[in-house]
């Protein structure tokens, strides 16, 4: 059905008409067209090509879609470039040779080495598919007669599909051309085929067939062409109406007969991305009774001049006549060269003329270069061979000024026969560049993965020259720290892979790694290899702790093992045979979460337990950045008989040398409780159902972290979360101690309530310290008492309603810091300041609210009165009509809603 846009060159000849187009016609000016073409079965793994460098191995690594490297024998490096793709990506993301050939299989046809897929049959009435990647065009010829494929190659015959009619099926680098193989008059007129595809299918105005997927175009079908037996070429054209596509023959007046139409498929991104080329514009004037204008053929395949002679007179006398002209256009893709710091020894290109649409059998044709002003390169032809002319010189400024493509064109001037190939006369005429050079190359890096405690690259060795390579690795990308790895001093070595492991790193950590080569006689260095990262991988998680929390629940908690903060873990419940879940429950499948996410140190708690006398048994494993799993850990058992673990409660009756620690008894089976630690030293242990403890002989002005766990006969209970407190200072003047605070709480919406116990003997009285701001120092109150020594130890309240030496009124709903000391009036001494408590006053009942005058007869405005409340206070609006509160949106509801005043 459809053409490869390599043919674009030859069907573009005749954009504007139908113009008869013989290639081998005997005029002055030989019409001349390129069609880029691969080079295919050329190379061999071991050759030397005729009169050039022993080309000793191609080098898989350093394959480009459109070019092959090989290592010479002198220690240099040939690459030879091509027009068009010749390598394809396989799943692994590695280049292979495209192989167009096709692959039988009882009646199934098949091309899968290429850069799509291809499936049909030996059966001419079955549906063809072309495929690439996910999306696929399928189509079936509509009434074509029966007949088997005869299969060659890349090419399937079907004979007599038609009257007088065969059908080829042939297998590009980049498509499928269908050829109508027309033999004699009698043959159809046109030729339909049914479509079958999801992508959106469009007539472009260029006459071409694109086939969408949203905005991007995945194939295309470029405007068909016949082509006579001796050459001639014209537009055939499409007609698209729903699923139908109708192929029209243009008029075949004066063309010989065999003649071929030629529809194709095609990858879109081979036709869009190499059509962005410069093209040279060039005036040319033949006599003075002449004309050349220079246009731009849609496919930037050939470069088009239009020559329009106006016979003797020049405007009169004979009438005038116009030909079309194309001259070759080459364009090859040298920016892999650019990637590493080569040098160009050498640079030749290689044309073969096609004897079918060259006139002379040797001649001389002239290349220019597109991108430079320089002198013309004369090329002579031999027929039947490759013939060679050196562009040394042009590519070696291309790679100087850092040119992505090196381009060529043949001239328009008289007497020259014109240089011409065409994609479709087999893979033994295709122009290749072939590029001669000499480096360091960067090593290649092909894959990179966690193993044991560290990571395995693996690398192929690319250089002659190299004593070498260097290793870079760390957590940060484009590492530079230089990890000195011998490789092997023997030039014969190139081309060889080898592995390097890195050991003792971090446990799922992702770390970069890149290379380069070292020449120790030169003092030179390769380009840096392209970069890989990956994970290590993570360590097998230690013995999770298991303990029991309740009748139907049961805490686990991970042991990271070392593992980073990243790491994910699954943890599974060996009785059940199911996993525990992100909300506690279990179940089939595994859930990965992070150290902290599963709780951190407190855990996990897995509810819906059966009952408190089953043991639950569990085990966890984690997972590193890549998504590789580790082993599972050890198991742990919950104990069913354990108590419940208690719950701590605030620490009270706090001095400079003792606290009392509280808690609440969750368990009816306990034998006692043990009091610790932060680091799980026995501080005490008390019966069953004691609530407290006091610990005495404590350091003073200390944090002291404690925590308590129950216990009987069967086991202990988990511990309780901890909780921290501080005794008081003992600094005193003279026989004066610090008072205590034990509360400080609200009375009113100006009062505070203070209770404090007496630790002097000699003080008159105490000094009470408030402010909104922590620390406070100013003196805000009276004496409390005076008081004998036989009252020490007493407690005292006092009622607070104003602070700071200017006995300023405590406002409502503010939060107060508040603090003292004694005063001994004799000694004019005061003790150290009490521990800091704080409290916040009461908010003021608001006043009534002001309702504004209706504005509508659905609506009130309604304004809260603050009634010297801080903004920050909160209020709710009651509708005593509806009994509803109102809402933030203004609406009712009976749930009481608050909101700030502002």
Do not use: C
């Amino acid at each position: 059905m459809f053409a490869n846009r390599y043919g674009k060159g030859i069907r573009s000849i005749l954009r504007a008409g139908n113009i008869d187009y013989p290639l081998a016609n005997k005029r002055l000016y030989t019409i001349a067209v390129v069609g880029f073409v691969i080079a295919g079965l050329l190379l061999t793994q071991y050759f030397i090509t005729p009169g050039k460098r022993k080309i000793l191995k191609e080098i898989p690594s350093m394959r480009t879609e459109n070019s092959l490297t090989f290592q010479n024998g002198d220690g240099a490096y040939t690459q030879r470039l091509y027009a068009k793709p010749i390598n394809y990506k396989d799943e692994s993301g590695k280049w292979q040779k495209i192989d167009t050939s096709i692959k039988t299989k009882g009646s199934k046809l098949q091309v899968i080495k290429a850069p799509y897929d291809l499936y049909f049959s030996s059966d001419s009435k079955e549906e063809v598919n072309f495929k690439i990647g996910k999306d696929s065009v399928g189509f079936a010829l509509v009434d074509i007669g029966d007949s088997k494929a005869s299969v060659k190659g890349s090419k399937a015959v079907y004979k007599n599909v038609y009257m007088n009619t065969d059908l080829e099926r042939i297998a590009t680098s980049t498509g499928l051309k269908q050829n109508y193989v027309l033999r004699e008059s009698g043959h159809p007129a046109y030729f339909k085929e049914t479509l079958n595809t999801k992508l959106n299918t469009k007539l472009q105005k260029d006459g071409s067939i694109g086939f969408y997927k949203g905005d991007k175009m995945v194939a295309a079908a470029p405007r068909p062409f016949v082509k006579d037996s001796k050459g001639v070429i014209r537009n055939a054209s499409y007609a698209l109406q729903g699923s139908t596509l109708t192929t029209k023959l243009p008029s075949l007046k004066g063309l010989k007969y065999p003649i071929i139409l030629d529809p194709a498929i095609e990858i879109a991104y081979i036709q869009q991305g190499v059509d962005d080329y410069y093209v040279y514009n060039v005036t040319y004037s033949y006599g003075g009774s002449s004309s050349t204008t220079y246009s731009v053929a849609d496919n930037l395949k050939t470069r088009r001049y239009v020559y329009t002679d106006w016979g003797s007179g020049s405007g009169g006398g004979a009438p005038t006549t116009t030909t079309y002209i194309d001259t070759s256009y080459l364009k090859f893709n040298v920016s892999s060269l650019l990637s590493n710091p080569y040098e160009i020894a050498s640079a030749k290109l290689y044309l073969k003329e096609h004897p079918t649409l060259n006139s002379s059998s040797s001649s001389t044709i002239r290349i220019y270069s597109l991108n430079h002003s320089s002198a013309a390169k004369n090329l002579g032809f031999t027929a039947n061979i490759y013939n060679s002319v050196d562009v040394t010189s042009d590519v070696q400024q291309d790679f100087t000024e850092g040119k992505s493509y090196s381009s060529f064109y043949t001239s328009i001037s008289s007497g020259t026969v014109y240089y011409a190939a065409s994609e479709y006369t087999g893979t033994d005429s295709d122009p290749y560049l072939e590029v001669t050079f000499d480096s360091l190359i960067a090593p290649t890096m092909s894959s990179l993965s966690g193993a044991g405690n560290g990571l395995l690259v693996n690398l192929q060795d690319n250089a002659l020259e190299d004593d070498e390579t260097h290793f870079y690795i760390d957590t940060n990308t484009l590492p530079t720290t230089d990890d000195n790895f011998p490789i092997d001093t023997d030039k014969a070595a190139s081309g060889q892979n080898y592995n390097k492991y890195f050991a003792n790193l971090l446990p799922d950590t992702k770390y970069y790694i890149r290379s380069r080569t070292h020449d120790h006689t030169n003092t030179s260095y390769s380009n840096y290899s392209s970069e890989l990262s990956a994970y290590t991988l993570a360590n097998v998680p230690g013995k999770p702790i298991v303990n029991v929390v309740d009748a139907t629940s049961t805490r686990v908690t991970i042991d990271k093992n070392a593992n980073s903060d990243s790491t994910l873990f699954a943890i599974f419940n060996n009785i059940t045979n199911q996993y525990v879940q992100a909300d506690g429950t279990l179940g089939p499948a595994p859930v990965f979460r992070s150290y902290t996410d599963w709780g951190g140190a407190t855990g996990v708690v897995n509810t819906g337990l059966d009952t408190l006398n089953n043991t639950y048994t569990y085990k966890t494993k984690a997972k590193n950045g890549d998504g590789v799993e580790t082993g599972w850990s050890s198991w742990s058992a919950n104990n069913p008989g354990a108590p419940i673990a208690p719950t701590m409660q605030t620490p009270t009756s706090i001095t400079t040398s003792s606290i009392t620690w509280n808690w609440t008894d969750n368990s009816n089976d306990e034998d006692g409780f043990v009091i610790e630690d932060e680091n799980n030293n026995q501080i005490a242990q008390v019966g069953p159902n004691v609530t407290s403890f006091t610990e005495s002989s404590l350091s003073e002005a200390t944090d002291h972290i404690r925590h308590v766990h129950a216990y009987n006969a069967s086991a202990q209970s988990e511990e309780s979360a901890q909780v921290t407190a501080a005794t008081l200072p003992t600094t005193s003047f003279g026989n004066l101690s610090n008072p205590l605070l034990t509360s400080v709480k609200e009375k009113s919406a100006t009062e505070i309530e203070a209770t404090i116990i007496d630790n002097s003997q000699d003080e008159d009285d105490f000094h009470f310290y408030v402010d909104t701001i922590s620390g406070p120092s100013e003196l805000a109150g009276s004496p409390v008492d005076t008081i004998t020594k036989a009252t020490m130890g007493a407690t005292y309240k006092k009622i607070i309603a104003d602070y700071t030496v200017f006995a300023t009124s405590l406002s409502p709903n503010t939060k107060y810091y508040v603090r003292s000391r004694v005063h001994d009036h004799t000694a004019a001494a005061f003790s150290a300041y009490s521990n800091e408590l704080s409290a916040t006053t009461l908010a003021r009942t608001p006043a009534v609210p002001i309702i504004a005058i209706p504005f509508s007869p659905s609506r009130l405005k309604i304004a809260v009165d603050l009634n010297d409340n801080p903004p920050q206070t909160e209020f709710a609006i009651f509708n005593v009509e509806t009994g509803k509160y109102l809402q933030p949106d203004g609406s009712l509801d009976v749930t009481t809603a608050f909101e700030t005043y502002t």
